[in-house]
Antibody, heavy 116, light 112 residues
Framework: QVQLVQSGAEVKKPGASVKVSCKTS????????MHWVRQAPGQGLEWVGW????????RYALKFQGRVTITRDTSISTVYMELSRLRSDDTAMYYC?????????WGQGTLVTVSS | DFVVTQSPDSLAVSLGERATINCKSS????????????LAWYQQRPGQPPKLLIY???TRESGVPDRFSGSGSGTDFTLTISSLQAEDVAVYYC?????????FGQGTRVEI
């Protein structure tokens, strides 16, 4: 069965970087784009970006460009999202979501807390 | 960017009664070449990731109870829960996947 398993919660100081992983199994890794979506506490869903695991192509939301990098490691079927120059308003749950046009499978989420 | 707006922001429905949530996109999400609406609905229970309920505006995901249905085309869509059950208490989101950036509605909280 398809599984997306994300890395554990992180606590970071303002200005630092965080790298969240999403390990996949149960399907052909390079056949589906992977997206990242975040959700601030008590708020709605916000699209961050995607990666094409086949060739590494990426696309990011305008508000994150220059701060976010999404990569993949095909040898271990894992996607990464790195966010730099963290601010307090980056505190959120970050989800990976496998695209089949819509998001059929989601990771369990990784809570990133930015606090001094 | 496509702006997606849901209404209402919240609603309270008695057990067994109907719940209706509306979703409006600022631009049409109907792709004329395949006649498909690129619109999905998700359910998010507290402490859980979103769960896909409906895609192509009206196709129910496998395993989703048939009390959930989606309708609409172009820019206006509706999610209906025909007979609300206790386990349906959640926040519901619509999302357009016609265009990047992908955009979500602000969510509708359904309570009993």
């Amino acid at each position: 069965q398809v599984q997306l398993v994300q890395s554990g919660a992180e606590v970071k100081k303002p200005g630092a970087s965080v790298k969240v992983s999403c390990k996949t199994s149960g399907y052909s890794f390079t056949d589906y784009y992977m997206h990242w979506v975040r959700q601030a506490p008590g708020q709605g869903l916000e699209w961050v970006g995607w990666v094409n695991p086949k060739n590494g192509d990426t696309r990011y939301a305008l508000k994150f460009q220059g701060r976010v990098t999404i990569t993949r490691d095909t040898s271990i079927s894992t996607v990464y999202m790195e966010l730099s120059r963290l601010r307090s308003d980056d505190t959120a749950m970050y989800y990976c979501a496998r695209e089949y046009d819509f998001y059929q499978y989601w990771g369990q989420g990784t809570l990133v807390t930015v606090s001094s | 960017d496509f702006v997606v707006t849901q209404s209402p922001d919240s609603l309270a429905v008695s057990l067994g009664e109907r719940a209706t949530i509306n979703c409006k996109s600022s631009q049409s999400v109907l792709y004329n070449s395949n006649n498909k609406n690129y619109l999905a609905w998700y359910q998010q229970r507290p402490g859980q990731p979103p769960k896909l309920l409906i895609y192509w505006a009206s196709t129910r995901e496998s395993g989703v109870p048939d009390r959930f249905s989606g309708s609409g085309s172009g820019t206006d869509f509706t999610l209906t829960i025909s007979s609300l059950q206790a386990e349906d208490v959640a926040v519901y989101y619509c999302q357009q996947y016609y265009s990047t950036p992908r955009t979500f509605g602000q969510g509708t909280r359904v309570e009993i």
